[in-house]
């Protein structure tokens, strides 16, 4: 064997009431793809950003082509000749293609010789970019050219990619793979973090798998299966989800032809999306991130208007009415984000729960006054049949994990009787994941769904939720990249599905009952939105 | 009422001296909002560099060593203000809100030995020749070194942001603090520069008053001046050129009122007064309104708490 | 090295404790300023702390504390509101001027006439001229996005400048031998807002600032309003969702501190100051800023905030008269005081730790989170 270019030995750091990384050894030999894998929370993303200088590790020491490893700052790290693509949180909007690619240089040359080279070095990868264009203005795939082409022109003999493929289409993945390549020809090592099993098994020839926050294996990912890592990963056998046929009933939610400018700066506009949903059914919609599920899922909640005759909810038109309106007509959501947006993170659960509750549950007295008691008893009851873990319904939202917030935050919904429910990215919680971190876990999800399925009729889809989003086609859970935080949630989807259905919503039926009937969102990793393109 | 009194000449010419603490004020608190802090602290900033400018060029009967003085009154208020809000972590608009009650008492409480004492004489920057050009000469050419170095920083200011690589990294900063972070830029030391920045010029601003403008000490000598300037870059979408020429917006109307005033106009000289404040307020709607909406020129960052992981 | 950490949850304790440990602060600094302007601090800070209360004069005092605390309350509990949902009305001076511009307006207009009915018609053309003034801001924002900050300030301008016009033109006493400021309302039976039991400065203003903080108690812990105040200011996006509509709360956060504003300057005209003139706003609109914060927008502790910023008035005017401590210092002195609640909020939501020692056990759920 070679010598590694990158050695990492005993790497140890724990945060407050976490420990991220303990005790990780692994080496990345010269002019190869290294795969690190684990699920969301695993401790990848530290691990990395102590490679890239950003988090200084407890204990532990690196060693880079033989000589210490141990950058203060990125910069050090860049200096040693390590760059990193990050997933989210590294461009600037407001600024140039070119501006921001400085800003990521040791030395810069000027800003036109800069540009030039852009050029040159982007095209000799088959990345064109325009280094004077905003970056505010650019697709996904092109802002990751950003990044890369920032790395790129310092010449490292290490490149980290964090999670490069969530926002990509299959072509731009494609085309990011020929590069890679091309640069491990070029005698550049590559430090590949995902969850997509396939992608690492076509392009990595190592794999470190970490699992709360040590390594579990190691292994050449060409000789194993997909669904070999993911039970490395996950440290447990997967099981398939059930499924059944139900009839369907009739159509509950109808969305129209429905256009609609995004509420935010750089958002994606809703472009004629048309689909309906039937009681007892479950509506996929898939789509690479940032093509307007945010904005699809605002313009259902309510919390978006749109033009009449485009949302309409058993027949009526709710298009105009504001999120309490439409929630009092049984159209309940569950938004991705819960610290902030689902759930407000320093009120109690108390307080979370009266929030969307108080109309259905009747939880307001005459003169808008608040019966606490009554959305307490709500709250406890929400905490029991969810078995969310929290020692009661008087604790803030910020102490729940981010799992035990999603069945909070779900099962405030589910109990609710939603005659349509729409949930957006609703596996990416921790604790909520089939054949999640401990056996235990996967058991308890069944259990509690199989008890829920009992007491309320049609929430057994909610169980569906809590199984992989599969893809009738494809034989293993693929995980998948979450949007948003540099480690945010762990989830695994289908990836492809909806692009295999030719670009129209695909169905998956679900058990028991009529109605209520679901829609989610969840942006799969490949294939594109399912009611409108990208530009 | 003798309208003929006024002269076009000596109005712009008087302009350009109004606009001058409001250009200096809003100057340095465009380069602390570039870099993402919201001082809400403007007014009181200045009035600390009024009074503390002041002080010092009475003690020392030099005008520039007054100016210097002011920047550094005005610098210190503002490392208050980085230090609470970079460290501590405040909410910036509070501590803004504080930064001006505390330093209009503090200006208050220095400035009461001071009234009615003269302050030295600032002289003009007779600039030979091109001060003798007509019309021109007066309006551009006969003024002190402040109103000159007012301009000069504009262009200074444009030039750094624009075209330096520190300006780019205090731009990134501004508008995107957590990549700034990733890609290893110290955040809270850049906008400690920018903030004391922003405190020295709103320090000079104010002793531009006291000492140029009125000039002597009188308590509450910016009269809003610091809350217009805020204003101002808004108004200006966080660029230096158009904030010269919401200055210059702002320097006319005062003057004009001024003027108004002194032709006894048949308007209350109450109504004539509160002008730069009313056009203050629908310059904000008419750029908050219209299509080039300004909250979208605004840094990504601005207004929000900082706290990086490690 | 002391680092910061975040806590899980905001810090009871900490969040009562630290208005307290404020004062404390202070007082300290305070005394050190006193001693630098040639002042003995104890005597200093026993004059305006302890005199007003139990000194020889206090039995003059003390009436004073509930004439200035009640404005300072009644402004303070309406500002809470908008503070509570990222409002920031800071133009309270400005609606507190109009109120009493308004109401002193509508008042005079029935001079010299007697009814029982005219007073409390004043207090609502307070109120009333409070809020239209404060739905100017809160109009622009929401139809144009303006900044409320900067709009509410710059109405401040223009209210006092409104004020000096009506002190000198259509307001000005026509028996007052061309003296600028209006007719004294506390002469005039039917406006008189007077002290209601001798002795104890308690007017109609204290009553109505003891019912705004009871009333604002009840709406923040037990109304769908509070709730929707408290949320938005916590997570707009998560009020957004639950539907709470961004512009209905602007309004009514704005129009309610507005109109309190507007009373609170109704009640001073006709009370303590007797009459609109042109030194008429003395600033309790921006005191009341502190207060707000001071009391942690919370209504009880508005309340004590408010009586303990009256302290510092009256102290302040004795420490003037006797001590020759100029005015300007107690100014200086309550800017202090939010400098050093401010700073001393971080203990409420991070933990000071020293770096590199070891963390905490992990908690069973945090550990859950991180998986």
Known sequence: ?535 | MNLSGISPVLLLASLMVASTPILLAALGELVAERSGVLNLGVEGMMITGAITGFAVAVATGSPWIGFVGAAAGGAALSLLFAVLVLWLRSNQVATGLALTLFGIGLAALVGQAYVGVRAPVFARLDLPVLGDLPILGPILFRHDAVVYLGLGLVAGVWWFLHRTRAGLRLRAVGENHDAAHALGYKVQLIRLGAVLFGGALAGLGGAYLSLVRVPQWTQGVTAGAGWIALAIVVFASWRPWRLLLGAWLFGGISVLQLNLQAARVPIPVEVLSMAPYVVTILVLVLISSGRGRAALAAPGSLGQPFHAAR | MIILERRPAPSRLWTWATPPLAVLMTMIAGGLLFAALGKDPLTAIRTIFWDPLFGPFAGFTRPQLLIKAAPLILIATGLAFGFRAGIWNIGAEGQYILGALTGAAVGLAFYPAESRLIFPLMVLAGALGGLVWAMIPALLRVRFGTNEILVSLMLVYVASNLLAWAALGPLRNPEGLGFPGSRNLRQWASSANLELIPGTGLHWGAVAALVAVCAAYGLFARHVFGFAVRLAGQSPRAAAFAGISPSHLVIGCMGLSGALAGMAGLFEVTGPAGQISIDFAVGYGFTAIIVAFLGRLHPLGILAAGLLMALTYIGGEMAQLQLGLPAAAIQLFQGMLLFFLLAMDVLTTYRLRLKGRPAPEPSSAAAEGAR
């Open chain 1, 1 to 535: 064997m070679t010598e590694a270019l990158l050695a990492v030995r005993g790497i140890t750091k724990a945060y407050p009431g976490v420990v991220a990384n303990s005790d990780v050894s692994f080496d990345i030999s010269p002019a190869s793809i290294h795969a690190l894998l684990g699920e969301n929370g695993a401790g990848k993303s530290t691990l990395v950003k102590a490679i890239y200088g950003l988090v200084r590790p407890d204990a532990g020491t690196m060693t880079l082509a033989g000589r210490p490893h141990a950058p203060a700052s990125p910069r050090e790290a860049r200096e040693a000749g390590v760059a990193m693509v990050f997933q989210h949180f590294s461009l600037f909007d407001a600024l140039s293609v070119a501006e921001n690619i400085a800003l990521g240089m040791e030395n810069p040359p000027p800003l036109r010789d800069l540009s030039a080279r852009i050029r040159e070095v982007s095209q000799d990868y088959g990345l064109p970019l325009d280094p004077g264009r905003t970056v505010g203005d650019l697709s996904a795939g092109e802002r990751q050219r950003v990044e890369i082409v920032r790395c790129l022109l310092q010449n490292p003999r290490l490149l980290i990619m964090d999670e490069p493929t969530s926002v990509l289409t299959p072509q731009e993945v494609a085309i990011l793979f020929s590069t890679l390549r091309k640069l491990r020809e070029g005698g550049t090592a590559i430090l590949y973090i995902s969850h997509k099993l396939e992608e690492i098994r076509a392009l990595c020839e190592k794999a470190t798998i970490l699992r709360g926050g040590r390594v579990v294996a190691t292994c050449d990912p060409r000789e194993r299966s997909a669904r070999q890592m993911a039970e490395m990963m996950v440290g447990g056998a997967l099981r398939a989800p059930a499924r059944a046929e139900v009839p369907v009933g009739e159509v509950v939610l109808a969305v129209e032809r429905l256009s609609a400018p995004s509420p935010r700066l750089h958002g994606m506009p809703l472009r004629d999306v048309s689909f309906a949903v039937r009681a007892g059914e479950v509506l996929g919609i898939g789509g690479v991130a940032g093509n307007g599920q945010d904005e699809l899922l605002l313009a259902l909640s309510g919390e978006m208007r749109v033009a009449p005759g485009m949302v309409r909810l058993k027949g009526e038109d709710v298009g105009a009415l504001s999120p309490s309106g439409r929630r009092m007509r049984g159209l309940l959501c569950a938004p991705e984000e819960r610290n902030g947006h689902a759930a407000a993170a320093d009120m109690t659960l108390t307080e979370n729960a009266f929030m969307t509750a108080r109309m259905r549950k009747g939880l307001t007295r005459g003169g808008g006054f608040v019966d606490w008691r009554g959305a307490r008893a709500f709250a406890t009851r929400i905490i029991e049949t969810f078995d969310v873990r929290t020692p009661g319904p008087e604790v803030t939202a910020r102490q729940l994990s981010g799992g035990n917030l999603q069945k909070f935050v779900i099962g405030r919904e589910i109990l609710q009787r939603p005659e349509v429910l729409v949930v957006n990215q609703p596996t990416w919680g921790g604790g909520c994941r089939c054949g999640g971190g401990d056996p235990a876990g996967a058991a308890r999800s069944g259990r509690t769904g199989g008890r829920r399925r009992r007491r309320q009729p049609g929430s057994g889809r909610a169980d569906g939720d809590q199984r992989p989003f599969r893809c009738p086609e494809r034989g293993a859970a693929v995980p998948r990249p979450p949007r948003g935080g540099a480690e945010r949630g762990g989830d695994r989807a289908d990836a492809g599905w909806s692009a295999r259905n030719g670009g129209r919503p695909c169905r998956l039926t679900v058990p028991p009952r009529p109605a209520p009937a679901c829609s989610r969102s969840a942006p799969a990793g490949h294939g594109r939105g399912a009611g409108h393109d990208h530009p």
